[in-house]
């Protein structure tokens, strides 16, 4: 697409792959009924936000981001170019190949119940990463497992099932730390264990008044 595909009036679909391209500045907006697998998709300078009723699997997914902009207040304003991911119902997770946000973007991936990583080369890259999983079904220990290569993350883990959070950083990383700089910057999960590996510094960052997680 020359110019965006769903601006304004997000795409309502029924399908079970989707191969979408904007070239120039513009959106993707998809709202699809059931499960979707995201085989190529990417914005050369606009947010991409897709929500599913089923699991979402994201074989590549690039928000190129060639403005170089970077949404301050992580709100999904004019400004974000951020790659939005949404899962909803009971058991649907996130299944994650590669996703790439470019230059300051976001990643913002939420779960009815799992996010995971579906190979070793599997990567998400940005610079804040904020994942929600809800973590409905009792299918696994680790509701959060993730390869990245990311500057801030912040994860939470609700639900009443094991769920632990699993994190393999190529590089440095500050957790419980975003754009957002709210309360809900934190690590948490209700019923599970936190392990986070990194190439280089972790840093936890905490804020007066506010309770970085960190949490099992």
Known sequence: AHSGIGPGNPLETRIDRFVGEVSNPGEIHLIEEDAITLESVST????????????????????????????????????????????????????????????????????????????????????????????????????IRLTTEVNDLVATVTGPFRGDVTIDETDAIRLASSDVNDASDQILTANGDVSVTAGGTIEVVARPGVDPGIDA
């Open 44 to 143: 050369n300078d606009g947010p991409i936000t897709i929500q599913a009723g089923g699991t979402v699997t994201a074989i590549d997914v690039v928000s190129s981001n060639a403005s170089q902009s970077d949404d301050a207040d992580g709100n999904g304003g004019p400004a974000s170019r951020d790659i939005t991911l949404t899962a909803n119902g009971v058991g649907s997770d996130i299944l994650v190949s590669r996703i790439t946000a470019l230059h300051g973007a976001d990643v913002i991936l939420t779960a009815g119940d799992d996010i995971l990583s579906i190979e070793p080369a599997s990567l998400v890259a940005a610079d804040d990463l904020r994942l929600t999983a809800t973590n409905q079904s009792d299918d696994q220990n680790e509701a």
